[in-house]
């Protein structure tokens, strides 16, 4: 089996729209939340949500190309981009049949989808589709599309579970890379979900929040007054590469993965289990396969969207498979971000592994009063980062239809 270490990280969020401007506002402990300025809203249940922020696509890939792409599809190639250059890469004195891209989104073109509806609708229902129509809604289209850019011919498919999408797409390179199939991965997720009917759909299931007159403080992990998740959007990168492949490059490494774990709640279709059934398999297996206890995690980014089930079910499953161990921390970074629904496990990946790089615990912001008594039992980080060593660091996704991923990741070196 081959070490598999973490070359390259690329970040386009709505705290920030690269890496080091999105790291930079986590441990800041800013909010990305804010009224929707993409469609109108006035007949919605929730008018906010956690958008990208001066974002300008032209200065990434040219309109000419870009109209041929759903948003999902543009801002994984703008992450992806980061990435590759961050991991200082040239391919041409590479193997680019080693070389694969694994990327997810739960979503894919909705909102393409969505306006092809209902400009049909506009047009009389008389059948004038665009062209482009059914390679931009397909959710694997931005793994092709990555491929293409940079004549990657290795391994290249999508990941599809809910909000526990990229985290898969993660652990499938890790696992890629460890058994010798690829040298190396791009790898990620991305997700464009703020639209019409994402909102609606959302709204329509009671998941998302309704705190219309405060949205900077609408997503607030473990606060009795949660109310739903803030949908976000955006995208995030990463460039796994053997530790022979990446030495023998000259690579800067970033971290280690080191175990990742999968499992199903096999419950509820939209609900987690309330006892964190899955949750506690994943996370037991992602620890087996890293070889440690749990005593040996550090830090913990939960999942935790702040919905009043999952939140608890989460903690629930972490004091189960943690015991009283009250060394790890825990942080719910959703809590700035926003959901980044099939995007969201890359995001957090990128955060649990810069704990690690830099020692730093981001933190949970907009939480006021614990539901119950959960701050006794563990470190929830409330309010401000904190400077603390992290040799270890683990990172749920859970997704509808009781999809879960966890991952792992090791300060390298250590």
């Excluded at 193997?95 to 891209?101: A, E, K, L, M, S």
């Excluded at 008389?126 to 599309?145: E, L, T």
């Excluded at 440690?292 to 550090?298: C, E, L, N, R």
């Excluded at 790089?357 to 614990?370: A, G, L, Q, S, V």
Aim: with cysteine.
């Amino acid at each position: 089996m081959h070490r598999v270490v973490i070359t390259g990280m690329g970040a386009l969020t709505p705290i920030g729209n690269n890496l080091t401007h999105f790291w930079e506002h986590l441990i800041q402990g800013k909010s990305g939340a804010g009224p929707i300025t993409r469609f109108p809203v006035k007949h919605f249940k929730t008018r906010f949500a956690c958008e990208l922020k001066d974002f300008k696509l032209e200065e990434h890939i040219p309109p000419s190309e870009s109209k041929k792409y759903d948003r999902f599809t543009t801002y994984a190639l703008v992450a992806a981009e980061e990435a590759i250059q961050h991991a200082n890469i040239d391919f041409d004195r590479l193997d680019r049949n080693r070389i694969g891209v694994i990327w997810g989104s739960g979503n894919g073109g909705i909102e393409t989808f969505g306006n092809e509806m209902i400009d049909y609708v506009k047009r009389g229902e008389i059948p004038k589709f665009n062209p482009f129509f059914i390679p931009k809604i397909i959710a694997d289209i931005a793994s092709g599309v990555i491929s293409m850019r940079y004549g990657l011919h290795g391994a290249n498919f999508s990941t599809i579970s809910a909000c526990a999408t990229s985290t898969t797409a993660l652990i499938e390179a890790f696992n890629y890379i460890r058994w010798g199939k690829q040298d190396m991965v791009i790898t990620g997720g991305s997700e464009a979900p703020i639209t019409i009917a994402g909102l609606g759909g959302f709204n329509a299931a009671r998941a998302l929040s309704t705190r219309n007159d405060d949205p900077k403080t609408a997503s607030r992990p473990f606060d009795v007054s949660r109310d739903g998740f803030v949908l976000g959007e955006g995208a995030g990168a990463l460039v796994l590469e053997s530790l022979e492949h990446a030495l023998a490059r000259g690579a800067i490494i970033h971290g280690e993965m080191v175990g990742g774990g999968m499992a199903a709640d096999a419950y509820h279709l939209t609900s987690t289990h309330p006892e964190g059934k899955g949750a506690i398999l994943g996370m037991q297996e992602a620890l087996r396969e890293a070889g440690v206890s749990a005593k040996s995690i550090d830090y913990i980014n939960m999942h935790a969207t702040s919905t009043p089930m999952g939140d608890l079910s989460e903690l629930k499953a972490i004091e189960k498979v943690f015991g009283n161990h009250n060394k790890v921390q825990i942080s719910a970074t959703k809590s700035m971000t926003g959901h980044l629904l099939g995007a969201a496990g890359a995001i957090e990946a990128i955060a649990s592994i810069m704990a690690t790089r830099e020692d730093i615990i981001p933190p949970t912001i907009n939480t006021k009063e614990i539901d119950g008594d959960w701050a006794d039992r563990f470190n929830l980080t409330l309010g401000q980062a904190e400077k603390r060593p992290v040799h270890y660091a683990m990172s749920n996704t859970f997704g509808f239809g009781g999809h879960i991923a966890t991952a792992i990741f090791k300060k390298y070196g250590h």
